[in-house]
């Protein structure tokens, strides 16, 4: 674009009309001149947007002359493959109808490309018409940087978490091989194997919100949630996100839930029983998540001898740590948990 | 224990030495014979080279180095492998997306039903 022959012409226009803004807006200019933010101006009355000024910034960003800039349109800066959804907007910032600031990219003289937020703010004429669109650009070489930088220590902090409590089911299993029943070694495995599954799927969400199926989900697949056909489990309540520490707890809940059930419950006899999982958020009492393990079609139940690890993380750990309450019912024709709880915030995922 | 499994070989790359031996705990008790395990890319690939293996058990990251050159010689000689990892499953190379991954720890059920999944003639891998 360096050798356009027509240049001479369409740049002459365009100091033209920067030094008729020059004298109209004298320190204004000098400051955008000046000022340590990338800025062009490009004229709007021409459909492909050519730049008519152009700051000391943008020129040191993208490393091209004044020379280069003036009279080239707006999209020859930019770099190939920009993102079309960006684009789209950009389109419509330049007809100062703005649907968010676009990032994209921008390409260097010597080709590299830079990661830019574009903010587009029309300038518009005494009759209001549309003449400029002053354009200004954050560089985000350094955000993405640290953003990539902050992705790769929570991946090793995953990862190392992982290979921990990896080693910590290796030592369970190391100690008291040959030492302690099989049974008692495995679910000792299978609780630490819980809490790093609800780890991992936190850590896949970076720490924030899982989904109350997801957990299930991770939770549930070794107990034949997958089976297709054979599948014990009916399922149904929106994607509800959980905070962290919830999730933490719900997928341990759920483990404890499911292990007794193939036991005791609904699970301990091939082909005869079923697992309802039910939830919703209701409205009561500010909002409320509310769900129910409900096992049917299994052996009669009743209430436990002693209470172990699991009803007591049940109890006490949902009622406790959730500031919810939770109801557990031994009916004869199945065991049911109700668990009631403050929903969290803006907890439903929006559909993608 | 069924015959057909108990002959089957299964090669653990695993760096992590408690964690290689939970594997192998894992793959004897489902009747499996392990090779290894091997630590690093080049012992595995002479483990590979030395005795027959029928199916392999892959720790991507080791210690820094990948394990994909292992892959890499499994997938030429037609042996079916299952990727293990402490990341996150999109960590996986794009070029070895088509395998199944299992996260680490690894649970018993899981990775018996991924094996036994593996070892079927007709649902081998890409």
């Keep these: 674009m360096q050798n356009d022959p027509d240049k001479s012409g369409s740049q002459k226009a365009a100091e033209d009309e920067v030094e008729g803004f020059k004298q109209e807006l004298g320190p204004f200019v000098v400051a955008a001149e000046t000022t340590r933010m990338a800025m062009v101006f490009t004229d709007a009355k021409k459909a492909d947007e050519p730049i008519i000024f152009a700051n000391d910034s943008f020129l040191s960003l993208t490393g091209f002359t004044r020379n280069n800039v003036l009279g080239e349109t707006f999209k020859s800066f930019l770099a190939p493959n920009c993102d079309a959804r960006a684009l789209e907007q950009l389109e419509a910032a330049f007809k100062d109808a703005s649907d968010g600031d676009p990032e994209l990219c921008l390409k260097r003289q010597d080709g590299s490309i830079i990661p830019t937020s574009v903010f587009v703010s029309p300038v518009c004429d005494e009759r209001g018409d549309l003449v400029q669109n002053f354009v200004s650009f954050v560089d985000l070489t350094k955000h993405r940087q640290e953003q990539a930088h902050l992705r790769f220590l929570l991946d090793e902090l995953n990862h190392r978490t992982q290979n921990t409590l990896a080693t910590v089911m290796a030592i369970i299993g190391q100690t008291l091989r040959g030492m302690a029943d099989d049974d008692l070694i495995a679910k000792l495995e299978k609780r630490v194997l819980a809490l790093s599954k ?7 969400e970076n720490w924030d919100r899982v989904g109350v199926r997801d957990v299930l989900d991770r939770i549930l697949a070794p107990f034949g949630l997958n089976n297709g056909q054979d599948c014990k489990f009916a399922i149904r309540g929106e994607n509800v996100r959980l905070q962290p520490k919830v999730a933490l707890t719900f997928a341990m809940v759920f483990h404890e839930l499911a292990t007794n059930a193939v036991q005791y419950g609904a699970l301990s006899e091939p082909d005869a029983g079923l697992i309802e999982i039910e ?35 049940i109890e006490r750990g949902l009622a406790q740590e959730l500031n919810g309450s939770v109801q557990l019912t031994y009916d004869p024709s199945g065991f049911v948990c109700e668990i009631k709880m403050p929903a969290p915030q803006e907890s439903v995922q929006a559909p993608s | 224990m069924n015959n057909l499994v108990s002959a089957r070989r299964v090669l653990v790359v695993e760096d992590e030495v408690m964690v290689a031996w939970a594997v192998e705990d894992m793959l004897t008790s489902l009747g499996y014979t392990v090779v290894g395990p091997a630590a690093r890319v080049d012992q595995a690939l002479s483990l590979i080279e030395n005795g027959s293996v029928d199916a392999a058990v892959l720790d991507i990251n080791l210690n820094g180095e990948k394990s994909y050159p292992v892959a890499d010689a499994l997938i030429a000689r037609g042996v079916p ?11 996986v190379h794009t070029g070895y997306l088509g395998y199944t991954t299992l996260q680490k720890p690894l649970d018993g059920s899981i990775l018996e039903k991924a094996l036994a999944e593996l070892l079927v003639p007709t649902m081998r891998m890409p």
């Design chain 2, 81 to 91: 492998f299952i990727f293990s990892t402490g990341y996150n499953k999109t960590s």
């Design chain 1, 198 to 204: 609800a780890n991992s799927l936190l850590g896949a």
């Design chain 1, 279 to 313: 939830w919703s958020v209701e409205p009561a009492q500010g909002r409320e998540l509310r769900l129910r393990w409900r096992e049917v079609g299994g052996p009669s139940v009743g209430p436990p001898q002693h209470k172990g690890f699991g009803s007591r993380l």
